[in-house]
Each structure stands twice: as C-alpha cells, then as structure tokens.
C-alpha cells in the first residue's frame, strides 16, 4: 500500500526526471509469459511514449534520487541548487512500479537517478530494481533504464540481461563546452559506457546464434539525448555528433531538447525566455533525414548553413539550395532521387516506385498516396505534367527558388519562427573594465 509520504517523493522526483527527453519505448517484444506480469506486445510521474507500430504507451517517468554529487550548470538537479530533494528506497519504487501496473496506469518503466556517493553505488541501486522486478515480483514490462557514466563493466552487464534499453545522455556535443559547463564530467566517461553497452549487444547476438535460449541483452539498443541551445555549438556540430553515434551498430535514437531556463543565476548559461522549441524540432527533422533519407550532414548543414533554416524544414531549404536536382520524373526516377523530393515520404516513395511498373503515374495518383502536392508540384514532373501536354510546367527552375520560398512557408509558421526569433539568446560575458 502506497502511502502518503511515497506519493509525495513521487512528486518530486517525477519533477526531476522531467528534463530528459530521452524516454522512447520501442524496438523489443516481450510475450506474455505464464508466471510473469505484463508484456510489451501490442498520474503522477507518466509519460507517453510511442512503439514501432504507433501504438501510444505510459511510462512511470522517475528517479531512484535529484540528489547529486555533480554540480551541472544546465541541471535542475545540480547539488548547489536549492529545490526539494527526495530519494526512493530500491523496495519502494519496486512497490510503486507494480501498484501502477496493477492499476493499469502504466505499461512501462523509465528509471534515471542522480548520483551519490559514487557511480557504482548508485549504478547498483538501479541494477537491483530491475533484478528485483524481472525476478521477484516477475514484471515482463519495458524497462528504459539509465546507465551512470563511471560504473563499473559488472553492474553494466547485469543490469544489460534485465533492462530492454540504457542510455547515457551526451548533453555538449564539444567537450570543450561540456568542460565549462560541468567541469566534473568529460566525454570519456560517457563513451566509455556506450562502448561496453555496445560490446555486450554484440557478443549476445553471437551468443544467441549458438544458444537458442541464451538470455537477451538490452534487446531495444541504446538511445541518447543532446541539449540544444545551452551552448554556443550550432547545428553542424550537433549533427555531426549524431551521425557519429549513428554509425554505432546499437545506438536507436538520439533526443535533442530544447533548453530550458532552469539555473538562471548562473552566468555561463544564455538567458532564454522560452525553450528554442522551433530549432529542436528541426533538428529532429535533419535527424530523420540522415537515417532514413540518405542524406549527409554536410548537404544539410555546411560552412555557409552552419545552422538549419527556422522557416521551413531541412529536407525544402536542401532542395532549393539545389534546384539542379529537379524536376525529378515520377515515372522513371530512382528510389533515393524520389525520396529527395519535398513532400514525399519514405512510404510514399515505395509506392510510387512499385506502382508505376503497372502504369504511368498521374498527380492525381500521386494525391491518393499521400504525397504533399502543395510542395511536391515544384520539384517533379508526371504524366500529364511533361512536353508533351498544353499544360506549362511552372517548377522550382521556372519561378526560381527566391521567389518559390515565400509561397512554401505558411502565415502560422512565419508567426512561430518571428515568435522564436524575439528570443534573446545572449550569453554572459565578462564586461571589461571603463577605461582610466
């Protein structure tokens, strides 16, 4: 039975682990299993997540403790600030876990905690939660567990067979920025997780290949989260951070969040009225390019477009910096040169690539896929759309990307970027002394 005083450290240690965003509950299946409680198939403290299939799913969003032994500029939890602090018992967040279940408020768990003491005290809290949860109270639930840089390779492992998926937040993408903001960490001492996280997916496969029934090892990957707007660092050196992790065969996803004004006193940080909300959500965009949209980083983000276009999205500010890539033809263009056209979409792209083998395509079965016509009209050419037709072909090439830009942006989006752009984005420096 939970009581009152529980429910109030819950409070505010969901408060706590509100900041990170990397909190994702795809990439495995669980079966119901006789004995065991809940799967991953088909209040205070909850958040909503989404699977592979779409599906939305509640999450318990909490921390083991906000106490800290790190003083971090951009952290709520930093050990100088003076907030509420609370730490849950390994018994009491088990006990909070399964009465949330058992009232089907949740389907997951997603555990973070600052750290006290040192990494492997706090590291081996965490791995005896969810030991105790896989093995004593048998909850086949996801887990999402956070793994504290500076543990050991043993905790690691264990908590590996338990967890469906660690993560260890990056935060600076220049460990020259990390350095000044939280001088006690360093890039080293989260790679250094990754790396073994990654060596023990790799060697379960190998393991599982030879042993039908060897238990799996964080079977949904790894994921990641970077601070946007927190530092000087534009969005090239964002990206090509996560094109880095990218090429790491175990890493899913990596979250970038807005920052927000959390230590306000402190003077490295910049003033922000409100969380740079617009950028992060175009770097999502860039994000999604590179992993499903063959792009590189550097067509996206370059020496002259060190920072992505606020007005419109990365994949349209691309093609009208390069309108000699268009018109692409419908009917005889490969798979990647349609999948670079505006307003077409991964699945739209294999549409048209296994429907045109049938007949010719015509806009108005380009409309029925799904595809943005508003946007894809400029950049292609179709059936009834080429010389041989009266109607004139009026595309990016004819009206001049100039000129096409403003007829692509919507009077809501030029009102939230002007909105994004009041923002003062100052940051703190020291004012030399009046000349004598």
């Not at 949740?106 to 905690?113: A, D, K, R, V």
């Not at 030879?210 to 964002?238: C, L, W, Y």
């Not at 927000?260 to 940080?269: C, G, I, Q």
């Amino acid at each position: 039975m939970l009581t009152e005083k529980t429910i109030e450290k819950l409070r505010i240690l969901a408060e706590s682990a509100k900041y990170d965003v990397s909190c994702s509950s795809s990439g495995t299946v669980r079966k119901g299993k006789t004995g065991m409680v809940g799967n991953t198939v088909g209040g205070v403290g909850i958040c909503h997540s989404f699977a592979d299939d779409g599906r939305c799913i509640s999450l318990l969003k909490v921390m083991l403790t906000n106490h800290c032994m790190y003083d971090c500029a951009y952290c709520i939890n930093r050990r100088s600030n003076d907030i509420r602090r609370a730490t849950l018992s390994v018994s009491e967040l088990e006990e909070i876990t399964m009465e949330f279940y058992r009232r089907n408020y949740i389907e997951g768990l997603f555990l973070s905690s600052g750290v006290v003491r040192n990494p492997d005290y706090t590291m081996e809290r965490l791995t005896a939660i969810v030991r105790d949860l896989r093995t004593v109270h048998r909850f086949n639930g996801y887990i999402h567990l956070k793994s504290i840089p500076g543990a050991s390779r043993e905790l690691l492992n264990e908590a590996g067979h338990y967890a469906d998926r660690m993560s260890v937040n990056i935060e600076i993408p220049k460990e020259s920025s990390l350095k000044l903001l939280a001088p006690e960490k360093n890039h080293q001492s989260v790679f250094q997780p990754m790396k073994l996280i990654q060596q023990g997916v790799l060697e379960n496969k190998e393991d599982r290949k030879r042993f039908r029934h060897a238990p799996r090892f964080v079977p949904a990957g790894q994921s990641t989260q970077m601070i946007v707007g927190a530092t000087k660092e534009n969005d090239r050196d964002i990206l090509t951070m996560s094109s880095l992790l990218y090429q790491q065969p175990t890493m899913r996803r990596v979250y970038y969040s807005g920052y927000v004004s959390v230590n306000t006193y402190d003077k490295r940080l910049p003033i922000l009225k409100q969380p740079p909300l617009v950028r992060e959500n175009r770097l999502y965009q860039a994000d999604w390019l590179l992993r499903f949209y063959h792009f590189k980083v550097d067509e996206l983000v370059d020496d002259n477009h060190t920072h992505l276009d606020l007005d419109i999205d990365p994949k349209l500010a691309w093609a009208l910096r390069h309108p000699e890539a268009f018109p692409v033809d419908i009917n005889t263009a490969d798979y990647e040169q349609i999948l670079r056209v505006p307003g077409i979409g991964t699945k739209s792209a294999w549409l048209i690539v296994n429907s045109r083998r049938f007949s010719r395509l015509t806009s108005y079965d380009l409309k029925k896929m799904g595809i943005v016509m508003k946007k894809a009209k400029f950049f292609i050419t179709c059936h009834e759309l080429s010389d041989g037709y009266a109607t004139p072909i009026v595309g990016i090439n004819e009206l001049h990307p100039e000129r096409l830009r403003p007829l692509l942006i919507s009077k809501a989006q030029q009102k939230k970027v002007a909105a994004e752009r009041q923002l003062t984005l100052d940051f703190h420096e020291e004012t030399p002394p009046p000349a004598p």
